[in-house]
């Protein structure tokens, strides 16, 4: 790790996870076929047998965790330490336990900037870990178990891991471009999810339904407009939620996460001979 003193500057990039060639190929593959689950209604022919009624389209439901898992234990193997795996947990728990603070509450999801704050510390691997792994262990505390559930997984997933890829900068640069990537992220991450259930979530009458086998920008129209008219009240201020939590937990939180990187020494190995 390299980078400057705790005095805002930039801190130095830290792998936590390791992404090793073979972890790379099934993280892409997973997010591949996580795309291809989300977006299918924009993109299916006619008479392919994806309808919104017919058992095909539950495939990816069915196929989607099992991807996410093999993913998960791609990246798992050799590349995770038990440093590592005692701060995905502690983190992953803190998460897990602000999620419920927002139920009942619009678009209220404190959660998201622990993910952002992680992933961009730890490293785009442990940030793709993080996402899934706090949406999991919420879902367990809400009783949200449903095949909705590996849609939010992997998108989570891919909130921590991109905050992992984002440039350098520091002190409050950073802060403010983590802030700006986590309203952008959890409106994404809403529309994501507004995508993968709007095949099953309106009538065939209404004006903003899916129609199977239409073209793309007819459909890509119905759906903005119901995303616009189900979800604009929960995605928005999910996104000023993670913004203003970013902006305000930004530096204290930033310096914990790098303090606390720095003394576990993830890279380094260990020797339990005596001096």
Known sequence: MT????????????????????????????????????????????????????PASWLFVLLLPLLLLVALAEISEGGVDAKAVALLGVLAAIGAALRPIGTGVAGFEPMFFVLVHGGRVLGRGFGYLLG???????????????????????????VGFFAGCLPR??????????????????????????????????GVSTSIAYVP????????????AFDLATSLGFDLPRAVTTAVLVAVTGRP????????????AFEAPVDFRRP
């Open 3 to 54: 980078g400057r003193s705790e005095g805002g500057g930039w801190q130095g990039a830290v792998t936590a996870v390791r992404l090793r060639p073979r972890s790379a190929v099934a993280v892409g593959l997973v997010s591949l076929a996580g795309l291809v689950a989300f977006g299918w209604p924009l993109v299916v022919a006619p008479r392919a047998g994806l309808t919104q009624a017919g």
């Open 132 to 158: 899934s792994v706090t949406m999991f262990a919420s879902a367990l505390l809400t009783a949200g178990v449903g095949p909705w559930l590996p849609f939010q997984m992997l998108g989570a997933a891919w």
């Open 169 to 202: 900068l520091g002190g409050r640069s950073e802060v403010a471009m983590l802030a700006g990537y986590g309203a952008v992220a959890a409106v994404i991450y809403g529309s994501l999810q507004d995508l993968a259930l709007w095949p099953f979530a309106t």
């Open 213 to 224: 086998g239409a073209a793309v920008t007819a459909n890509l129209g119905r759906f903005v």
């Open 253 to 264: 939180v930033l310096l914990a996460l790098r303090r606390a990187a720095r003394r576990a």
